[in-house]
């Protein structure tokens, strides 16, 4: 048992600040009770002070977190269940605390209705109790704290996956109360569509237009949660989703096709087009089949490919993240997209175009981020030669000191390991990556040497990191050969080159080029410049001409994420050096490298790289 005195001056400190609020909360005590004694608190002591501090939070005139942290430690131990909250006398005012203007209260029920998340028959009470429900779907959708509303959407998405609703039995749904609850109660259903749609701006009851924005882009980020779910997908009450413009369709309709007035708010549009591209990184087939039937997949993929009927400003706004749906779309749906040669035509068309217009601009001007990323989103066989007579990767001249190029090149020549892709699918991208790799090296010769200058560039961060990633990602890429022979037809398409056509596109008939990123690095003489690189001494702040910050820390930063890809080179030619003993010097020198540490190295031993045979 706790001390006594101790409980009671803690429940006489609390009675007194709740008569005065202008009192100072005793955080000595508070901190006693929290870190020494809580757990030895009696249920009865537990429960009163509960209740004390449920009628404290609302008025104290300070900041309440060491109440709030008295709350949750008093309710942390696993045997206070629901029940137990449930048994606190008087009875815990659910609805009164979620619906207070206070957000310190709304933490505090919040606290103690998450309780409920744990188990099914926990969650079933409270779908029993509908203005319960009620209350925390308003408070979720309407409160004006940011932090309240990611609380009270963490226990309404933990009561409905506590009520163990399968989304692919249709029949487990109408078994599921807390489900039911919110999608068949009318009042409720009623509520979201009334709260989140434009038709009832100026209601009683109603909010502000601005407020109802907020609100539905909490109503987008749940759906999307909730995608999978039947509820979710089809109509669950027509009566009351025709009032607000749906047909045939439920709540995912409603937000994704009649909520917002994307034309008259293009910061909302950019919030659709969000909710679209996060839809699809669910890799979801319910959500590109949805977004495919109602034409919203065709429109957004336009506003990069044609532009769209709206305002230059709009497009300006949209223009990105219409470009990062294509990529998320191409990354997540490649066997769709490579069954639509006419789009990924489209896509070559822009990307191509963008290079071209980059061409003529003054030196400086860095491909755009966001054509990048659909660049290397792209199955990587498409961006091969022999499938296009466009070829936007060898438009990229990577010697733009852009750190995006770097991370873009790093991700297409890895190559992947998608678990959702089948082996077929999975061996052809990484054939594809390899003969990128060679084909883009025999287009810019210099590109090791770009990617060695810009490493050392510790006055930029982001660039130094970048070029240190793509070394990293060569070598441990995902390589695989290319087959000897293809019977090739017209319907082939995208086709991989043979290992002869490859060699022989890169100035090498005749001979193999190498298997893996790790042999590509050790078998040309320009790449002997990245073995340089890494076993030179790291850059040092004391290289800088002038200026002041934190370059000492950046230069550590640069010089771990250096050491970490020797660390890495040095594991993979271990192996390398059992097939091939001759490469015994190399490894002997990276191993000299290794003992040095992050900050080590010495032009002495770069410079030795220069002298051996490979």
Request: charged share 20%; proline share 5%; hydrophobic share 45%.
């Amino acid at each position: 048992m706790a001390p006594s005195n101790l409980v009671d001056a803690l429940r006489t400190h609390l009675r007194n600040v709740r008569k005065d609020p202008s009192l100072p909360l005793n955080r000595g005590l508070l901190d006693i009770i929290n870190v020494h004694i809580s757990e030895a608190i009696s249920q009865d002591d537990r429960d009163s002070i509960l209740n004390s501090c449920s009628d404290l939070i609302p008025v104290l005139q300070e900041d309440p977190a060491p109440v709030l942290q008295l709350v949750d430690v008093l309710i942390r131990a696993e045997s206070f269940t629901f029940s137990r909250v449930l048994a606190i006398e008087p009875s815990v005012d659910f609805v009164a605390g979620l619906s207070s203007s206070s957000a310190p209260a709304n933490f505090s029920t919040l606290s103690l209705l998450c309780k409920a998340i744990h188990s099914e028959s926990d969650a079933d009470l409270v779908a029993g109790r509908p203005q319960v429900v009620a209350a925390l779907i308003r408070l979720w959708l309407c409160t004006p704290d940011i932090g309240v509303c990611v609380r009270a959407r963490k226990v309404l998405l933990g009561l409905l996956k506590a009520s163990n609703h399968n989304s692919s039995d249709s029949a487990s749904f109408y078994q599921s109360l807390m489900w039911r609850r919110v999608f068949r109660d009318r009042d409720i259903y009623d509520f979201i569509f009334s709260t989140c749609s434009l038709k009832t701006v100026g209601g009683p009851d109603q909010l502000i237009k601005r407020a109802k924005t907020i609100a539905q882009g909490r109503l987008l980020d749940l759906v999307v949660k909730l995608i999978d779910s039947e509820p979710i997908q089809k109509s669950q009450l027509p009566e009351i989703e025709t009032k607000y413009g749906v047909e045939d369709g439920g709540l995912l309709k409603f937000a994704a096709v009649y909520m917002v007035d994307y034309k008259d708010d293009p910061l909302m549009h950019l919030t659709l087009i969000e909710f679209f591209t996060n839809l699809l990184r669910t890799r979801s087939s319910a959500a590109l089949d949805f977004l495919i039937k109602n034409d919203l997949h065709d429109l957004t993929t336009k506003f990069y490919t044609v532009g769209a009927e709206v305002s230059t400003e709009h497009l300006a706004i949209t223009y990105p993240q219409a470009a990062e749906y294509i990529a998320v779309y191409c990354l997540n749906f490649a066997p769709h997209l490579l069954s639509n040669r006419g789009f990924v035509d489209q896509l070559t068309l822009c990307l191509d175009t963008v290079a071209e217009g980059l061409a003529s601009m003054p030196h400086g001007f860095g491909f755009p981020p966001h054509d990048l990323k659909i660049l290397a989103s792209l199955p990587r066989a498409v961006l091969l030669p022999l499938n296009s007579s466009l070829t936007p990767l060898f438009t990229i001249v990577p010697d733009f000191r852009d750190a995006n190029i770097y991370i873009a090149l790093a991700k297409i020549f890895r190559g992947t390991v998608e678990p959702n892709l089948e082996d077929r699918s999975r061996s052809n991208e990484n054939s594809a990556a390899r003969a990128l790799y060679f084909l883009y090296i025999k287009k810019f010769p210099f590109l090791w040497k770009a990617v060695c200058r810009d490493a050392d560039v510790i006055v930029v961060k982001e660039l130094a990191l970048a070029a240190i990633g793509l070394i990293e990602a060569v070598i441990c890429a995902n390589w695989e050969p290319l087959p000897v022979e293809i019977p090739r037809s017209s319907s082939d398409w995208p086709a991989l080159p043979t290992e002869q056509e490859l060699a022989s596109e890169c100035g090498s008939a005749g001979r193999q080029l190498p298997s893996s990123g790790i042999l590509a690095l050790l078998d040309s003489r320009l790449s002997q410049i990245v073995l340089a690189y890494l076993c030179q001494a790291a850059s040092t702040s004391s290289s800088l001409v002038g200026g002041k910050g934190d370059t000492e820390g950046v230069a550590y930063q640069v010089a771990v994420a250096k050491y970490d890809v020797i660390v890495l080179f040095h594991q993979k030619l271990k192996d390398v050096v059992q097939a091939r003993p001759e490469l015994q010097n190399v490894l002997t020198l990276f191993e000299e490298r290794l003992v040095q540490g992050p900050t080590g190295g010495s032009s002495v031993v770069g410079g030795r790289i220069a002298t051996l045979e490979l």
